[in-house]
């Protein structure tokens, strides 16, 4: 249990600068081309978010272990 | 200037509400086995909060499924179905079920009362009873939208009233951007009701969690996993000759890749939606959980320093959630956004009709017409 929430803490830091480089980067190609080319913004945007939806995905399937974790499901 | 929308799709938000009314049916099935499995959770829920009463928050509590649904005026029992070896039985509450004599509760857990466990338990709980809200309202409000576009408003004259523009301006940010975003154009408009219903059922239970005693749907794995499989029925459907080329034999490969290949294609079917129904559900939760947390910082203060800090810092805690919260509404909505999006990116693949030999030529076009790499 105590390893559990050990292993849960430090899982989530993990997944919390996973996910931050990864979003970080979208952001800035992002608002680089939208520098770029800023006629094309509204299409970036919405790759952008369509990209960013998939990291959170992986990130969040990332928290919810963490979660049980924590609470002991995984036993 | 949205004036020639609806005078060329006959009436679409008529679809729109017809295919909730689908949807919410359609729900029915399958979030009724999504209640049977709430509800072993939720017994479990109370179980625990039996064992730590004294916390003054309980978290888990926020977020399980009940039997239940909490109102200012106290607590609504809603009823138990149960079928059990062919049988059903049917009571109001939990509490006339165990009454009545027919069941015995064990551990949180009920069974028979010669300890046969329930075969499939059809209850309707809290959280069936917010996502029926939200179909509900999507349904009612297009309903309203179509019949003042059936009477010209909004069709011969600008739409009047806040509610029928947000009611636009949504529809048409949907079905412009999002849904013939990504899936072509001329197939488009038979999927326009079923993802604008479903963003919109979405968006009204990540805002109905937001209300005090009402509880988060969409924060129960079993209700995202259920809209995540309309998605998944929904992409197989209209998947094209294309698509399943591109899973089972995918065209341009050596035989030896195939046999990697066509596995890892398979997983992705199924991994698709699975990603979609944790995203949501993932989203809601924290968000649920964060805000109750930090609430609770007020209650471990109090407990670590004494009354007045924890009064003290309640300042910082309530304007940090009043944050939140704002933030709340905006991902409420932008996760609706998501899945909707997602969901069009799905079909919007399976509708594919895509040829490889013309997918060189593309390439090559673009390397003579570009300057930079010329």
């Known amino acids: 249990?105590?390893?559990?929430?050990?292993?849960?803490?430090?899982?989530?830091?993990?997944?919390?600068?996973?996910?931050?480089?990864?979003?970080?980067?979208?952001?800035?190609?992002?608002?680089?081309?939208i520098a770029r080319q800023p006629e094309a913004s509204g299409d970036i945007r919405g790759a952008m978010i369509l990209t960013a939806a998939f990291i959170e995905g992986v990130?969040?399937?990332?928290?919810?272990?963490?979660?049980?974790?924590a609470l002991g499901v995984g036993g | 200037m949205f004036r020639h929308v609806f005078v060329s799709q006959s009436l679409s938000p008529l679809k729109v509400a017809f295919v909730t009314l689908l949807v919410l049916f359609g729900?029915?099935?399958v979030g009724l086995s999504a209640?049977?499995?709430?509800?072993?959770?939720?017994?479990?829920?109370?179980?625990?909060?039996?064992?730590?009463s004294s916390s003054p928050i309980d978290v888990m509590g926020k977020i399980a499924d009940h039997d239940y649904i909490e109102s200012p005026f106290g607590k609504v029992y809603l009823p138990r179905i149960f079928w059990?070896?062919?049988?059903?039985?049917?009571?109001?509450?939990?509490?006339?079920?165990?009454?009545?004599?027919?069941?015995?509760?064990?551990?949180?857990?009920?069974?028979?009362?010669?300890?046969?466990?329930?075969t499939i338990d059809l209850s309707i709980t809290s959280h069936l009873v917010y996502v029926w809200l939200g179909f509900i309202l999507a349904l009612l409000i297009s309903l309203w939208a179509a019949s003042r576009y059936r009477r010209g408003i909004g069709r011969t004259s600008a739409p009047k009233g806040a509610l029928h523009n947000i009611y636009e301006i949504l529809y048409l940010f949907i079905r412009d951007d999002v849904i013939q975003g990504y899936i072509p154009k001329e197939k488009a408009p038979r999927y326009t009701p079923l993802l604008f219903s479903m963003f919109m059922a979405i968006a009204f239970m990540n805002l109905f969690g937001l209300l005090p005693w009402a509880a988060t749907a969409t924060a129960d794995l079993t209700v995202t996993a259920t809209l995540a499989f309309v998605t998944f029925i929904v992409t197989?459907?209209?998947?094209?000759?294309?698509?399943?080329?591109?899973?089972?034999?995918?065209?341009?490969?050596?035989?030896?890749?195939?046999?990697?290949?066509?596995?890892?294609?398979?997983?992705?079917?199924?991994?698709?939606?699975?990603?979609?129904?944790?995203?949501?559900?993932?989203?809601?939760?924290?968000?649920?959980?964060?805000?109750?947390?930090?609430?609770?910082l007020i209650f471990i203060f109090t407990e670590l320093f004494g009354a007045?800090?924890?009064?003290?810092?309640?300042?910082?805690?309530?304007?940090?959630?009043?944050?939140?919260?704002?933030?709340?509404?905006?991902?409420?909505?932008?996760?609706?956004?998501?899945f909707t999006l997602l969901s069009a990116v799905f079909i919007g693949g399976a509708?594919?009709?895509?040829?490889?030999?013309?997918?060189?030529?593309?390439?090559?076009?673009v390397k003579v017409m570009d300057p930079i790499n010329a």
């Open chain 2, 84 to 118: 059990v070896d062919g049988q059903f039985y049917t009571y109001s509450s939990t509490k006339k079920a165990l009454t009545s004599g027919d069941f015995i509760e064990k551990e949180g857990v009920i069974y028979r009362a010669d300890e046969t466990p329930i």
């Open chain 1, 59 to 69: 990130a969040l399937i990332g928290a919810i272990i963490c979660i049980l974790l």
């Open chain 2, 236 to 296: 197989q459907a209209s998947g094209t000759k294309t698509y399943w080329g591109h899973i089972f034999n995918f065209p341009g490969v050596p035989l030896l890749v195939k046999f990697i290949l066509t596995p890892v294609e398979i997983l992705g079917l199924f991994t698709k939606p699975l990603a979609l129904c944790f995203r949501l559900f993932a989203n809601m939760l924290s968000g649920k959980i964060m805000i109750i947390s930090i609430l609770g």
């Open chain 2, 308 to 338: 007045t800090v924890g009064i003290g810092s309640s300042v910082i805690w309530v304007s940090l959630t009043a944050v939140l919260y704002g933030l709340k509404v905006f991902v409420a909505l932008l996760q609706a956004y998501i």
């Open chain 2, 27 to 29: 729900s029915f099935g």
């Open chain 2, 35 to 52: 209640s049977a499995t709430g509800v072993a959770n939720a017994s479990d829920a109370d179980a625990a909060e039996t064992e730590e």
């Open chain 2, 351 to 365: 509708l594919e009709e895509h040829h490889h030999e013309e997918h060189d030529v593309e390439h090559d076009d």
């Open chain 1, 1 to 33: 249990m105590e390893l559990g929430l050990l292993a849960a803490g430090i899982g989530a830091g993990i997944i919390a600068i996973g996910a931050g480089i990864g979003i970080g980067m979208i952001g800035k190609g992002a608002v680089e081309s």
